[in-house]
C-alpha cells in the first residue's frame, strides 16, 4: 500500500519528510496520487508513505473529503511518522 499526503509545496514537504507531522495532528491521505491539475503554483508536491507497517488498514480511520472534494482517511500524524516517507514527485 502507498499513501498520499497531497498538495503542498515542495518546502513544506521537505519539511514533513524531515520532521513528521505533530503527533495528535489528523492527516488527510488518500491511496491515488495528486493528479497534475490538481496542483498550484503554491501546492505543487505530495508525501508519499510507502510501506506501511504489517497491520495498517485504511480501516482503522475515518472516511473524509478533503477541500478539493478527495476522498481520503484521516490518520493520526504519529502513525504516519512511523512510516517510510518521500517528496513526490521527487525534486529534479
Not at 473529503?65 to 521527487?90: H, I, K, M, T, Y
Request: one cysteine or more; proline letters at 11%.
Amino acid at each position: 500500500m502507498v499513501l498520499y499526503h497531497c498538495c503542498v509545496s515542495l518546502d513544506r514537504a521537505n519539511e514533513i519528510v524531515a520532521k513528521g507531522f505533530d503527533a495528535e495532528e489528523l492527516v488527510h491521505v488518500t491511496t491515488e496520487p495528486p493528479l497534475e491539475d490538481w496542483r498550484t503554483a503554491k501546492q505543487t508536491h505530495a508525501v508519499v508513505y510507502l510501506g506501511p507497517p504489517f497491520g495498517f488498514s485504511t480501516g482503522d480511520y475515518p472516511i473524509t473529503v478533503n477541500e478539493r472534494g478527495d476522498p481520503g482517511w484521516l490518520v493520526p500524524g504519529v502513525v504516519l511518522n512511523s512510516f517510510p516517507r518521500a517528496v513526490w514527485p521527487r525534486p529534479d
